[in-house]
């Protein structure tokens, strides 16, 4: 089965119905396509099938939290397989940040999580639950890709619910819905008077990038497209015009995900190399950049199959996630340079084919951050760049040269 075609199962159906539609589809298979396409229903069905959600870390738990798919969470909260408090309560603590109220409070509230925090660190999150109010603090992107880029705690879990439902309709060139108030009440289990609420909000453009107009029986969405490049239609197959052409987002939304880097057999010699020089700091690993998975893949073939590895990239996480069934960060150098991933602790950081792109701007910062949260750092690159100083908080180990590809190791200062 496709692993997009599930998506045909996630308009309202009978579980009946559902069972009957997912064919061959193992039960750990539909737990994964449905984690990914946000179905819940799915979701609760391979749960009833004793199907295991804590495979590989509890990869599960934490992809569900980083993406705010809160009706899923609340079902892997009931699994007893499932470790909630993975990672130093990670979930917990990147629900507050990013204004998941909900799963905030569902994982306050799970005994697994409370054990391991202190007295005094569940005092403050009983304090911040309850001091919770409208702030400016999350993300919104578009209709495709589900990221908030400005909203509120008010009203983030809201937009986010309607935004889930209209992609399960929205066809690939529609920019226009039109559902019946009581089949659009029924079908996404909303009220017509939670949107009327969202729609005359003063801050609604921060919020959402679509316009909704409710009449005496209907609703209708409209501008539901993208905005497309003025440079969209100009490809060539090289990847580097095609990058400086269509700029890093029109890039990965139009073709990253069906790109596939020529040196890929040159970059899994380099892995080899590495690990040939007694390079073993691989059990907590950040695939950064990490694409489609390519270096996440080349590492569990190589028999890293048990180690913590989590893939970090903004535009490809989905086809990430999907390849390697491992968790994707969603963060940009942008982000990372203004201190995203401070909270997290590996042994390695690799990025292969990818910080090479990264602007002069941000590198010295990224680099200082970066040194402060891993002991290694290999940057596989198809030139010299990115320039790494040691007042960036990196000292040059080793550096060797396989085909086209340049790979080079280094120590943190700081740790």
């Known amino acids: 089965m496709n692993p997009h075609s599930i998506r045909s199962l996630m308009k309202p159906k009978l579980e009946d119905e559902i069972l009957k539609s997912i064919g061959d589809l193992s039960p750990e298979e539909l737990l994964n396509q449905s984690l ?4 819940a229903e799915g979701v609760k069905i391979a749960l009833k099938k004793d199907v ?4 590989n870390n509890n990869w599960m738990i934490g992809y569900a939290i980083e993406h705010g798919y809160t009706e899923i969470v609340k079902l892997l909260l009931t699994n007893s397989k499932i470790n909630p408090s993975i990672y130093d309560n990670f979930g917990i603590k990147y629900a507050l940040k990013n204004g998941y109220t909900e799963i905030f409070k569902l994982l306050l509230q799970d005994k697994r999580v409370r054990e391991k ?5 569940i005092k403050k999150y009983e304090n911040q639950m309850s001091g919770l109010k409208e702030s400016h603090i999350l993300k919104f992107d578009d209709i495709q ?3 908030f880029r400005k909203g509120s705690l008010q009203y983030g879990d809201k937009v986010k619910q309607l935004i889930e439902f ?5 066809d690939q060139n529609e920019d226009t819905l039109i559902f019946n108030k009581d089949d659009f009440e029924k079908a996404s289990r909303m009220k017509i008077s939670e949107i009327e609420e969202i729609n005359n909000l003063p801050s609604k453009k921060s919020l959402m990038d679509f316009n909704i107009e409710i009449t005496d029986d209907q609703i209708k969405f409209t501008d539901l497209q993208n905005r497309k490049s003025i440079h969209t239609e100009s490809f060539d197959p090289s990847i580097r015009t095609n990058y400086e052409i269509l700029g890093v987002e029109d890039f990965y939304s139009k073709i990253g995900g069906e ?3 020529p040196h890929i057999e040159d970059i899994e010699k380099c892995i080899k190399k590495c690990i040939g020089f007694d390079f073993d700091e691989f059990n907590r690993t950040l695939d950064l950049a990490s694409g489609t998975g390519e270096i996440t893949k080349i590492l569990m073939e190589l028999g890293y199959n048990n180690i913590d590895i989590i893939g970090c ?8 996630t ?3 069934n491992k968790v994707c960060l969603k963060y940009s150098f942008s982000d990372i340079q203004h201190g995203e991933l401070d909270n997290y602790k590996f042994d390695t950081i690799i990025c292969s084919y990818g910080m090479h792109l990264a602007d002069d701007s941000i590198l010295p910062d990224m680099l200082w951050r970066l040194s402060m949260i891993s002991k290694f750092l290999i940057i596989i690159s198809p030139n010299n760049r990115p320039e790494i100083k040691e007042e960036n908080g990196w000292i040059l180990d080793k550096y060797f040269k396989i085909g086209k590809s340049k790979c080079k190791i280094y120590i943190s200062k700081n740790l």
């Open 36 to 39: 990914i396409n946000n179905f």
């Open 52 to 55: 295991n959600p804590s495979q």
């Open 117 to 121: 925090l202190t007295n005094e660190e």
């Open 145 to 147: 890709n589900l990221e």
């Open 166 to 170: 209209l992609r399960i309709y929205k």
């Open 259 to 261: 790109y596939k880097n």
């Open 313 to 320: 990239d903004p535009y490809l996480y989905r086809e990430y």
């Open 322 to 324: 999907m390849n390697t």
